[in-house]
């Protein structure tokens, strides 16, 4: 059984970098799926910020531009994510999933990890 | 960029009773890539159905989706108290991937 679990400071100040892991378990991120990660603002929708593979092919969300980064740790089965000069509009829940390919849809989520921008 | 618009915003039906969702697409969505899921409160998303019309695993028959080209639809046929929630609709036909705003499921 898949499992997806995210961890990271629930806290992070202005302009600072925003930095999740993903551990996966029961599944192999060296396999063929992509690993995505995607956000929720309080109270609103979900926005999509890039679907990556361990291969190092990465596919981000324009909107996000080039403040987005991720690696890969295949012996510890981690995706991580930073997400660089953070402002309050960047305070969300962040869940990550697996992808089913670079532009797919997601069959397995983790339970997401609520991050706050704040000074 | 594929803008995708949910309506209705909020749905109040009763349980045992038939629910249909709509999601319009600013712009053809190829291929049918796309894909509903269901968000309760507290809660990470959960796959329903994808490719339009095929349900995920473990996802029970009163279920179903529908459409092609920029029209598409989620149905409930018989509402269980469980499946009052948020639905999103997501297309991956293109880049970014898109979420529609979501529909409210209420009693």
């Not at chain 1, 806290?11 to 892991?21: D, N």
């Not at chain 1, 969300?61 to 994510?81: A, C, E, G, M, Y």
């Not at chain 1, 309050?88 to 999933?97: E, H, K, P, S, V």
Request: charged share 15%.
């Amino acid at each position: 059984q898949v499992q997806l679990q995210e961890s990271g400071p629930g806290l992070v100040k202005p302009s600072e970098t925003l930095s999740l892991t993903c551990t996966v378990s029961g599944y192999s991120i060296s396999s063929s799926y992509y690993w995505g990660w995607i956000r929720q603002p309080p109270g609103k929708g979900l926005e999509w910020i890039g679907s990556f593979h361990s291969s190092g092919s990465t596919y981000n969300n324009p909107s996000l531009k080039s403040r987005v980064t991720v690696s890969v740790d295949t012996s510890k089965n981690q995706i991580s994510l930073s997400l660089s000069a953070v402002t309050a509009a960047d305070t969300a829940i962040y869940y990550c999933a697996r992808v089913r390919g670079a532009y797919y849809y997601m069959d397995v989520w983790g339970k997401g990890t609520t991050v706050t921008v704040s000074s | 960029e594929i803008v995708l618009t949910q309506s209705p915003g909020t749905l109040s039906l009763s349980p045992g009773e038939r629910a249909t969702l709509s999601c319009r697409a600013s712009q053809s969505v190829a291929s049918t890539y796309l894909a509903w899921y269901q968000q309760k409160l507290g809660q990470a998303p959960r796959l329903l159905i994808y490719d339009a019309s095929s349900r995920a695993t473990g996802i029970p028959d009163r279920f179903s989706g529908s459409g092609s080209g920029t029209d598409f639809t989620l149905t409930i046929s018989r509402l269980e108290p469980e499946d009052f929630a948020v639905y999103y609709c997501q297309q991956y036909a293109g880049s970014p991937i898109t979420f529609g705003q979501g529909t409210r499921l209420e009693i």
